[in-house]
T-cell receptor, first 115, second 111 residues
Framework: DAGVIQSPRHEVTEMGQEVTLRCKPISGHNSLFWYRQTMMRGLELLIYFNNNVPIDDSGMPEDRFSAKMPNASFSTLKIQPSEPRDSAVYFC?????????????FGEGSRLTVL | QQQVKQSPQSLIVQKGGISIINCAYENTAFDYFPWYQQFPGKGPALLIAIRPDVSEKKEGRFTISFNKSAKQFSLHIMDSQPGDSATYFCAASNNFNKFYFGSGTKLNVKP
């Protein structure tokens, strides 16, 4: 299996621009998580989906952030408009959820820099 | 409010020594306690995990010690090697839903 695939790996953009991060979870996994990692705040859960349905988005910082999961094999995290404080590494992770095991499989992350 | 508190923030250990990282939690509903290992430029990967019905779990050089009454758990790395140098995160979850991560410990094993 290829694992969780994220794109782009690196993104540099200017303040005010729209940013879209993409994630392909491991086939068969029914839970998908978006995390943000910074030195100051560590790993923060932004949102998670179960069977393509958003279950908890309480970690989404503000209305500038939105996430979708149109099908079981694809999810996006969008920031519009982006701000310098959004600079971080964004991780997508997937798991079997409650059915089998709790292991989270993380992608390699998307490093976002907002100038 | 931080659900899982982790210490120390950084740790330097000599090759062959024992590395110990500690975590504490408050929510007694947590029933799954994993440790993740992260190398630079990579995503975290599961290292070892424990359920609260046991007090210890060992996998090779890695051991989790779990104290339910104190609401604490720790990771012990025996015979630490330079290849163990990474950032370690403890986490806690209730029924594999939301995972709360500690702030991370950067381990440096000196040759």
């Amino acid at each position: 299996d290829a694992g969780v695939i994220q794109s782009p790996r690196h993104e540099v953009t200017e303040m005010g621009q729209e940013v879209t991060l993409r994630c392909k979870p491991i086939s068969g996994h029914n839970s998908l998580f978006w995390y943000r990692q910074t030195m100051m705040r560590g790993l923060e859960l932004l949102i998670y989906f179960n069977n393509n349905v958003p279950i908890d988005d309480s970690g989404m910082p503000e209305d500038r952030f939105s996430a979708k999961m149109p099908n079981a094999s694809f999810s996006t995290l969008k920031i519009q408009p982006s701000e310098p404080r959004d600079s971080a590494v964004y991780f997508c992770a997937s798991s079997w959820g409650t059915s089998v095991t709790g292991e989270l499989f993380f992608g390699e992350g998307s490093r976002l820099t907002v100038l | 409010q931080q659900q899982v508190k982790q210490s120390p923030q950084s740790l330097i250990v000599q090759k062959g020594g024992i590395s110990i990282i500690n975590c504490a939690y408050e929510n007694t509903a947590f029933d799954y306690f994993p440790w993740y290992q992260q190398f630079p430029g990579k995503g975290p990967a599961l290292l070892i995990a424990i359920r609260p019905d046991v007090s210890e779990k060992k996998e090779g050089r890695f051991t989790i010690s779990f104290n339910k009454s104190a609401k604490q758990f720790s990771l012990h790395i025996m015979d630490s090697q330079p290849g163990d140098s990474a950032t370690y995160f403890c986490a806690a979850s209730n029924n594999f839903n939301k995972f709360y991560f500690g702030s991370g410990t950067k381990l440096n094993v000196k040759p």
